[in-house]
């Protein structure tokens, strides 16, 4: 958008947003020390728990603002995949090896 007008604040928020993301992962790549709270999103991520997810995230507002944007109709999923969700599927072939240490939570079914 370089030359089209001036930015709005909207265009600003989405600037700073874009920064500090790219800070994070500059500083995941650069200090694995700081690569904890990430696998712990991934978890959250892996294990459609959107609450923790949204918690641990960067942009908690942004995310909700999609998620209720854009409704699924099966609460367990993202609207990406639907009853197609990959990661339930996944644990559902893999639930015996998806535990213990490698699971944050035991699921349901």
């Keep these: 958008m370089e030359h089209l007008a001036l930015p709005n604040e909207d265009d600003v928020r989405e600037g700073v947003r874009a ?8 500083d995941i790549a650069k200090y694995p020390d700081r ?18 997810y949204f918690r641990l995230s960067m942009f908690p507002e ?23 969700c990959a990661m339930e599927r996944g644990f559902a072939l893999f639930k015996d090896d998806i535990s213990g240490d490698k699971c944050r939570h035991e699921r349901q079914g």
Excluded: H, W
């Excluded at 920064?19 to 500059?26: E, F, K, N």
């Excluded at 999103?41 to 609450?51: G, K, T």
């Excluded at 942004?62 to 639907?82: H, L, Q």
């Design 19 to 26: 920064t500090r993301l790219a800070a994070r992962i500059g």
């Design 35 to 52: 690569r904890e709270l990430e696998k712990q999103v991934a978890l959250a991520r892996r294990d459609s728990d959107f609450a923790e």
């Design 62 to 84: 942004k995310m909700r603002e999609v998620r209720d944007s854009r409704k699924p109709e099966n609460e367990a999923t993202c609207t990406m995949c639907g009853d197609f």
